[in-house]
């Protein structure tokens, strides 16, 4: 080999070793950017577990988020119910819980998606509101979840389905989904700019159950209609420049409260509009819930 060969092939080798080592560098960058497989999140030490199949119609699920704390429990449940007017938003917008906020509070918590009724029309949201109720209690062995402290949480047409669980309870309606031999307890609810008489709100039409007299269906879906002794505790969270459902509804659930003297509490805001999963909401709610479980 001449001089001048033997240099062109040392220079090759270093070359190549270059090329070499910078296509080994991102694709190790690459192995370390992979998402890990879900499971305890070790940084916040909570569990959390998206898509949680809580109940089954016609071979199609149901499903929720879920998060809570490390450690052996039993912790209280706030399950959520988003908003929506019934058939639109999930359970990750806005209008639900951030569950993983809320395990940092050291609750079980549970956000659900329900069916639209642009795809089943009601009762169906409301059974699947209870479905979820009893898979709480049906999963009480395999989660860290305080039976005895469940709490329901919901926004706008999710505040109405919370409500309508806190007043009249089953009612008539068949049991859907599961877990029908559990049963539908729990401590209280927080309504946030929920509708409380369906008959005088101007999307309330949307409750159309199918062969059902409309006007009738929708007082028998009425909270107002079904307040007794028997009312689970309400927080209600509500302002009077409302445009989606105006504080009439509020007030005048307020007010028959009152009369049948069921425990709750009204947080009437001024100039908050359509009240929202806020800071405050999250606040009073908070507050309520350690009220009703006797803390202070």
């Not at 639209?116 to 209870?130: E, K, R, S």
């Not at 504080?247 to 929202?276: C, N, P, T």
Request: proline residues 6%.
């Amino acid at each position: 080999m001449t001089k001048l060969s033997a240099t062109l092939a040392a220079m090759l080798l270093t070359l190549g070793g270059l090329l070499l080592t910078s296509f080994a560098q991102p694709a190790s960058k690459a192995v370390a950017d992979q998402p890990k497989d879900k499971g305890p999140d070790q940084e916040e030490k909570m569990v959390v577990k998206e898509d949680v199949v809580y109940g089954r119609i016609q071979g199609a699920g149901l499903l929720a988020d879920i998060a809570y704390p490390e450690g052996a429990g039993p912790f209280p449940v706030i399950l959520s119910v988003h908003g929506g007017r019934w058939f639109r938003e999930s359970k990750s917008t806005h209008s639900a819980i951030k569950v993983r906020q809320w395990a940092r509070f050291g609750f079980f918590a549970v956000s659900i998606e329900y069916r639209l009724i642009g795809c089943t029309p009601a009762p169906a949201c409301y059974q699947d509101v209870l479905c979820a109720i009893r898979w709480v209690h049906a999963h009480a062995g395999e989660y860290p979840i305080d039976r005895q402290r469940v709490f329901l949480i919901g926004q706008s047409a999710g505040g109405h389905l919370v409500s309508l669980a806190a007043t009249l309870g089953e009612g008539p309606f068949k049991r859907t989904g599961g877990w029908e031999d559990q049963p539908h307890d729990f401590r209280g609810v927080i309504a946030v700019s929920a509708p409380y008489d369906l008959n005088k709100l101007d999307w309330g039409n949307g409750w159309t159950p199918l062969g059902e007299e409309p006007v009738a269906a929708r007082q028998l879906a009425s909270p107002i209609h079904h307040v007794s002794a028997k009312t689970k505790p309400i927080l209600v969270i509500h302002s009077d420049d409302d445009h989606s459902v105006p504080i009439r509804q509020a007030l005048d659930m307020v007010q028959v409260l009152e009369k049948a003297k069921v425990r709750h509490r009204f947080v009437h805001h001024k100039d908050k509009g359509h009240v929202s999963i806020t800071d405050d909401v999250i606040r009073e709610a908070r507050a309520f819930v350690e009220e009703i479980s006797g803390k202070q």
